[in-house]
């Protein structure tokens, strides 16, 4: 059974930092693309950030460009997403996900087959 559980979650000031960590258990991890969706409470889910299979590419969406890094240790199976700066804009629960195939719609939810159970971030200001 495939499992990605998300940690690092939490209550931040406005301004500050988290760091979220996704361990998974997939088989072969290098062959997936990776991806961090938030859905904060009355909305859709959002596209946060992706990362191919290779790690050579990654994408964001704009509203988190230059604050947060998505990035992958293919050696713990996790994948990363280091959050500064840091807005009440940002509060939402975060899901990591994965896919094996071809990511040529990264920020799509619908294209993901593995998902985490989330993990609570809150910023106040």
């Known amino acids: 059974q495939v499992q990605l559980v998300e940690s690092g979650g939490g209550l931040v000031q406005a301004g500050g930092s988290l760091r979220l960590s996704c361990a998974t258990s997939?088989?072969?991890?290098?062959?997936?693309?990776l991806g961090w969706f938030r859905q904060a409470p009355g909305k859709e889910r959002q596209f946060v950030a992706a990362?191919?299979?290779?790690?050579?590419?990654?994408y964001y969406a704009d509203s988190v460009k230059e604050r947060f890094t998505i990035s992958r240790d293919n050696a713990a199976n996790t994948v990363y997403l280091q959050m500064n700066s840091l807005q009440p804009e940002d509060t939402a629960v975060y899901y990591c996900?994965?896919?094996?195939?071809?990511?040529?719609?990264?920020?799509?939810?619908?294209?993901?087959?593995?998902w985490g159970q989330g993990t609570q971030v809150t910023v106040s200001s």
């Open positions: 996900a994965a896919d094996v195939g071809v990511l040529s719609r990264y920020y799509d939810s619908r294209v993901y087959n593995y």
């Open positions: 997939l088989s072969t991890f290098s062959s997936y693309n």
């Open positions: 990362i191919t299979s290779r790690g050579c590419r990654t």
